[in-house]
């Protein structure tokens, strides 16, 4: 690769969140990294946050998941500022207690709650892309389901019908699941903004990034921000 090139993949900005009780903060940043961003490390507790043209709100147990999963960490002072840029069009990713933390804060829709087995459920699976048309998946294709391992309790995503439909109507419904493992309505695993550049997903795109540990279909996602973002 030419220096120049190298240089280029550098240009898009992304910023990950620790809150206490984050443990996928890291993975976030490798894959992040690995598909050429640069990227800056964030703490919940910062005011400010640096030009950037993604943010990611990471998997774990942010606060410990007291009140509500993602309660705690929707009213952090960082989070004010994650607003304001996603309501500017900045892409914000939120995977698993990321997708809580999103609900909690309204930027998408909908709410998680308590997995239909009441269960914690650590599995790979299988997932449908339900539409190419946003930035975190223009790089797949629909037709061939594509493998993520999920890590949660609090998995089961509802939202009352008429939201339902006004998702279905818009194509908000990014991915779903092939098999529903947690009662989801609509076996979605993940869900648009009505700007769609935010995306709730319960899956871990981060954790199947290396065929050392579990596979590589995750990577097509961070490849897909990168140069839609770059």
């Not at 309790?153 to 939201?163: L, Q």
């Amino acid at each position: 690769m030419e220096p120049e090139q190298a240089e280029a993949r550098l240009t898009v900005r992304a910023g990950v969140i620790t809150f206490p009780g984050s443990n996928c903060d890291r993975d976030a940043a490798v894959a992040l990294a690995a598909a050429g961003a640069s990227v800056t490390e964030l703490w919940h507790a910062d005011t400010e946050l640096p030009r950037l043209d993604l943010i990611v709100l990471p998997g774990g147990f942010s606060y410990g998941d007291y009140l509500r999963c993602g309660a705690i960490a929707a009213r952090a002072p960082i989070m004010a500022e994650v607003v304001r840029r996603a309501e500017a069009g900045v892409a914000v990713l939120g995977i698993c207690n990321g997708f809580q933390v999103l609900t909690e804060l309204g930027l998408v829709p909908g709410g998680l709650i308590r997995n239909a087995g009441l269960k914690f459920i650590c599995a790979p699976v299988e997932l449908a892309v339900a539409t190419r048309r946003s930035i975190f998946t223009a790089g797949y294709g629909t037709e061939q389901p594509i493998t993520l391992p999920i890590a949660h309790h609090d998995g089961n995503y509802v939202c009352p019908a008429d939201k339902l439909a006004r998702l279905e109507d818009e194509d908000r419904i990014a991915f779903r699941y092939v098999a529903n493992p947690n009662g989801s309505t609509g076996a979605i695993a993940g869900v648009l903004g009505p700007g769609r550049n935010v995306l709730g997903l319960m899956p871990h795109p981060e954790r199947a990034c290396d065929p050392r540990t579990g596979g590589t279909d995750g990577c097509l996602m961070f490849q897909s921000l990168i140069g839609a973002l770059g």
